[in-house]
């Protein structure tokens, strides 16, 4: 479905829904292609475009045509550069406050879709870009993507989740000096600290997400949907919790008709057929 373009972003026009201003939505078969679309202020996030990225991605959960989603920025410069600044100076406490909820309860649609959601970052992922990357399923980088925190430099710390999801991702300690600093890191560093899954040339970027999320599209949709579901909600609770939980989820895939497939075609030596049942 990628061009051989060295641009990291496939063709885009809004198909739906069709009231975005500042986000493309694109369906190509079972994936749907979401692209922050601002290049000339590198993609960064006011108000319009957290509002924007909510109703592609509450599109994308509802279409059961849909298997999965690739998120990544318009141009080859960044993903998402972090909020837009001329509007974040003139907001106050309170409207700082309902701002960062708003954000979070965006990313935390995208985390849990239900869905797999790859982050194809093709330049600088900074502030809510890399918390949004981080609210994605998985990450893939282009090879001169560039990662931070740079919060503190304004006076302010991640409001969009980063204080939470980059020490579970990276650790406690590589997390704080990069919040505390609010340092840039290359995708390679990115990569090395687990922040990112791959790193790629630029001209692959779509393409090695879009091989992903076909093979992960292969696999059962109900397995993968409380796979998912499984890791995140474990995430917050005990060990206990999260065994007793996995073993529900266990218990749910066993009666299905994909469970009866998916052994039944393991045994004939062929591939299964798996119709989401």
Same mark, same amino acid.
């Given at each position: 479905m990628a061009s051989g373009a060295a641009t990291a972003t496939p063709s885009i026009v809004p198909t739906a829904p069709p009231q975005l201003a500042n986000v493309l939505y694109e369906k190509k078969g079972a994936i749907a292609y979401v692209t922050?679309?601002?290049?000339?202020? $590198?993609?960064? $996030?006011?108000?319009?475009?957290?509002?924007?990225?909510?109703?592609?991605?509450?599109?994308?959960?509802?279409?059961?045509?849909? $298997?999965?989603?690739?998120?990544?920025?318009?141009g080859d410069k960044a993903f998402i550069a972090g909020a837009d600044?001329?509007?974040?100076?003139?907001?106050?406490?309170?409207?700082?406050?309902?701002?960062?909820?708003?954000?979070?309860s965006v990313l935390d649609l995208i985390e849990n879709l239900g869905k797999p959601v790859i982050a194809a970052i093709n330049g600088f992922a900074l502030?809510?870009?890399?918390?949004?990357?981080?609210?994605?399923?998985?990450?893939? !980088? *282009?090879?001169?993507?560039?990662?931070?925190?740079p919060e503190v430099k304004l006076g302010l710390l991640p409001?969009?989740?980063?204080?939470?999801?980059?020490?579970? $991702?990276?650790?406690?300690?590589?997390?704080?000096?990069?919040?505390?600093?609010?340092?840039?890191i290359s995708a390679q560093e990115a990569y090395r600290i687990g922040l990112v899954n791959e790193v790629v040339p630029t001209a692959n970027l779509i393409a090695r997400a879009e091989a992903i999320l076909k093979q992960i599209a *292969?696999?059962?949709?109900?397995?993968?949907?409380?796979?998912?579901?499984?890791?995140?909600?474990?995430?917050?609770?005990?060990? !206990?919790?999260?065994?007793a939980l996995e073993a529900s989820y266990f218990g749910i895939c066993a009666a299905t008709e994909d469970k009866k497939e998916g052994t039944s075609a393991f045994l004939e030596k062929r591939a299964p057929q798996f119709h989401g049942r």
């Open positions: 922050v679309n601002r290049p000339k202020v $590198l993609n960064a $996030l006011n108000t319009p475009t957290w509002t924007d990225i909510k109703s592609a991605f509450e599109a994308a959960k509802s279409d059961p045509s849909v $298997l999965g989603v690739i998120l990544t920025g318009a600044i001329s509007e974040l100076a003139h907001v106050d406490a309170y409207e700082a406050e309902e701002s960062s909820r708003f954000g979070q502030g809510g870009g890399c918390e949004t990357a981080m609210a994605c399923t998985i990450r893939i !980088a *282009a090879e001169h993507a560039k990662f931070g925190q409001g969009g989740g980063g204080t939470q999801r980059l020490p579970r $991702l990276v650790g406690k300690g590589r997390a704080l000096q990069l919040i505390l600093t609010g340092d840039t *292969a696999n059962a949709p109900i397995a993968v949907k409380f796979s998912l579901e499984a890791a995140n909600k474990g995430l917050e609770t005990s060990q !206990a919790e999260g065994f």
